[in-house]
């Protein structure tokens, strides 16, 4: 077992490159919903019992589904209206069950990437090339259905292994979501090409804060307005990266979905915004501030005498 | 023969244990701080290292990596603390000029030396904690293994406090039976792992005396919000009732009290939590009977009158 993941270099908040939105924005900006499917029987051996409850699993299976019946049209509805484009981890056999809700994110123009199979197959235990199939399935079933290149990875239920990550850029993956260490992009090391991770946040996602913690909508969104005013003030130092990770099915519900209405006009209310996708921040990251951030030497006063 | 259950050794007047004795926080000898301040505010900031591989017997930390193995996600998010949550912490205590006690894993001194460098710089004290967050000591570790554990832990801190470690807290204030005297033993002056008390008092132990050290474990963040789930606002509000409180005790007993903080890098230093703690500290300084202090200060003020007393 490795007693660390090694993936990244120690990079202090006050010893790293400055980042530079377009626009000179403060902050980049995107919004991740999960859209995903989940199996009424799905195989055992996974690692650990997917479903609560014994299968099947009526009430947890139909919560979820919830979200897919219901609630990710009006998340479309409340990002349509502010004018932001989504950036939807998917669980790629979405597209067989329910093609109108991937159609639908197509003609929003959202971006879709990676979030493997279903979300009731979990990687941990897979050898590489059996990851290396569901990556390949992932993304081509994505690209089959949307007709574009799927650019980012999220592993269902943030299972992993050990090298998932080396396996990615092989399929063209430019970045990965499945890691937290920061608010900006951060260079993961891989046996080769390019990888990054894209700053995602289980701190104020809508499923961990009001579907486990029980923290009602209007709770939320103060918590998320905060975290968003910080960084904001931040970033007129150093762009930083808010993501607003979403779930249909817990935000999407009737009692909360003005939580995300307020939410978005909140954001959108401020001038030095970058309203992106996780895309077209790992692009631009990547253009211009990868090479650098790998360069990167900490400062002498780091060194110890 | 009576049953093991219906006979009992150590019933007797005190505690069944032989470290300290009962003696109430009120009946005890008062003690004053610089300036007849009420309030001691000793901010504690503990930096911690959360390995991939950390064994779940005999039971994980809270914050320790509760997915499957190997859980990049939790590993990652604890290293959000030291990456960014830190500095925003500093930059918080430097507003309002305060030097915290930072209780530092031994694995974190090697892992983000920038961090430490800035506690040093401005004259933190430092306290060992341990290794790192998959080494929490406990009833089955064996007493040559323990006191090995607890001199890696304060060599590796020494070194960057200038050979000055007075203080110790146990990972996930975890004690074996033999860490009290080891810690004696080890010429340790305080401990901060027992939660029984609003103020420092003596413990005995066969290798020499210590201090213990009442740091907050009811209103810590990680209580509050992880443990308890409660949002920053009620976090703010227990934490000014125990402010308020204390400081109302100072004035009646005579004495003065201690408001133990612990601010958590992968806690509070999250961007919607930060400026709580830039509220509360506003509102504490409102106040005014405060003294900023550090663990050591607190320890060394304390004994001086008690030796007195």
């Known amino acids: 077992m490795l007693r660390e993941a090694n993936r990244y270099d120690y990079l202090p908040l006050i010893d790293r490159p400055q980042i530079r939105w377009p626009n000179s924005a403060r902050v980049a900006f995107w919004v991740g919903p999960n859209i995903e499917f989940y199996e009424l029987n799905p195989p055992d051996g996974q690692g650990r019992p997917i479903w609560p409850r014994p299968y099947p699993d009526v009430l947890n299976y139909s919560l979820r589904d ?14 349509e209206r502010v004018g932001v484009r989504a950036s939807v981890s998917l669980n790629a056999a979405m597209c067989d069950h329910m093609p109108d809700i991937v159609e639908e994110c197509v003609k929003l123009k959202w971006e879709l990437f990676s979030h493997g199979i279903y979300n009731t197959r979990l990687i941990y235990g897979l050898s590489e090339d059996e990851i290396r199939q569901v ?36 399929f063209g993956i430019k970045y990965t979501i499945d890691m937290a260490p920061d608010d900006q ?4 090391k891989v046996r080769r090409g390019r990888l990054i991770a894209v700053p995602y946040s289980t701190e104020i996602n809508d499923i961990r804060v009001m579907g486990v913690r029980g923290y009602s909508a209007d709770q939320w969104a103060a918590m998320v307005k905060a975290s968003f005013d910080q960084l904001y003030e931040e970033g007129q130092h150093n762009g930083m990266v808010a993501c607003l990770p979403l779930h249909p099915f817990v935000v999407g519900q009737p009692h909360r979905i003005a939580a995300l209405h307020d939410v978005l006009k909140h954001v959108t209310s401020h001038a030095d915004v970058w309203l992106a996708t996780a895309g077209e921040i790992a692009d631009w990251y990547l253009q211009h501030h990868y090479d650098e951030a790998v360069g990167h030497r900490p400062s002498e006063r780091a060194v110890r005498q | 023969m009576t049953s093991p259950r219906l006979t009992y050794p150590l019933r007797r007047r005190g505690l069944d244990h032989n470290w300290f004795s009962h003696e109430p926080t009120i009946k005890r000898p008062r003690v004053s701080w610089p300036d007849g301040k009420a309030i001691a505010l000793w901010i504690t900031v503990p930096v911690e290292f959360f390995p991939l591989d950390a064994p779940a017997q005999p039971f994980r930390p809270l914050g320790g990596l509760m997915l499957g193995y190997p859980d990049l996600w939790n590993s990652s998010s604890r290293d959000y603390g030291a990456r960014i949550g830190i500095y925003r912490i500093i930059r918080v205590l430097d507003s309002f000029k305060l030097r915290a006690t930072a209780a530092v894993n031994a694995a974190a001194v090697e892992k983000y030396p920038r961090a430490i460098d800035e506690m040093a710089v401005r004259r933190w004290e430092f306290v060992a904690n341990g290794l790192d967050m998959g080494h929490v000591h406990h009833g089955g570790l064996g007493i040559e293994d323990e006191r090995d554990l607890i001199r890696q832990a304060r060599d590796a801190v020494s070194e960057v406090a200038g050979g000055q470690v007075h203080g110790w807290h146990s990972p996930a204030r975890s004690n074996s039976q033999n860490t009290l005297m080891l810690l004696a033993e080890q010429g340790f002056a305080y401990v901060t792992d027992w939660a029984n008390d609003d103020m420092p008092y003596t413990v005995t132990t066969p290798a020499g005396q210590l201090c213990a050290m009442p740091l907050t474990y009811e209103w810590s963040d990680r209580n509050l919000l992880v443990q308890h789930n409660l949002t920053v606002e009620e976090y703010e509000a227990q934490v000014m009732l125990a402010f308020h409180r204390l400081h109302d005790e100072a004035r009646q007993y005579g004495s003065g009290r201690i408001l133990s903080l612990s601010v958590s890098p992968w806690i509070l230093g999250y961007p919607h939590r930060i400026k709580a703690l830039e509220r509360v500290l506003t509102r504490i300084s ?24």
């Open chain 1, 66 to 79: 919830y979200g897919n019946r219901s609630g990710v049209w009006r998340v479309m509805e409340a990002l």
């Open chain 1, 135 to 170: 990556i390949r399935d992932s993304v081509e079933t994505i690209k089959k259905y949307s007709g574009r290149n799927v650019d980012g990875w999220l592993a269902p239920a943030i299972s992993s292994t050990e090298t998932f990550l080396d396996l990615l850029p092989e």
């Open chain 1, 185 to 188: 992009p951060v260079p993961i």
């Open chain 2, 286 to 309: 409102e106040v005014g009977s405060v003294w900023h202090a550090t663990g050591i200060q607190i320890t060394d003020t304390f004994k001086a009158q008690i030796a007195h007393s």
